[in-house]
Nanobody, 118 residues
Framework: DVQLVESGGGSVQAGGSLRLACAVS????????MAWFRQAPEKERERVAR???????TYADSVKGRFTIPRDNAKNTPYLLMNNLRPGGTAMYYC?????????????WGQGTQVTVS
């Protein structure tokens, strides 16, 4: 099994930056595909960014050019670097992981970290 714990959320003014982290533990012998999702109040969960097993990145159109998803391999921790945050970015942000990499296939999820942009 794999456990994910997000951190780094908080409140920030529009135009500001935050760095979210996703600590991965458990059975990490299998190379995992990692992703970030977000869900705003009364809205459906939204894809944000994805990091494939081989380091390829995919971003939602709404965050392209502002968000990046690097990974610290030594710490086994993927990050979500968010620049130029907008009020529409207020949401609970979730880290996800899976052996597959399609957006609908992630089987492991964290509890989320709240980001508020004012």
């Amino acid at each position: 099994d794999v456990q994910l714990v997000e951190s780094g959320g908080g409140s920030v003014q529009a135009g500001g930056s935050l760095r979210l982290a996703c600590a991965v533990s458990g059975n990490t012998n299998t190379r995992l595909c990692m992703a970030w999702f977000r869900q705003a109040p009364e809205k459906e969960r939204e894809r944000v960014a994805r990091l494939s097993h081989f380091g390829l990145t995919t971003y939602a159109d709404s965050v392209k050019g502002r968000f990046t998803i690097p990974r610290d391999n030594a710490k086994n921790t993927p990050y979500l670097l968010m620049n130029n945050l907008r009020p529409g970015g207020t949401a609970m942000y979730y880290c996800a992981a899976g052996s597959g990499c399609s957006w609908d296939s992630f089987e492991y999820w964290g509890q989320g970290t709240q980001v508020t942009v004012s």
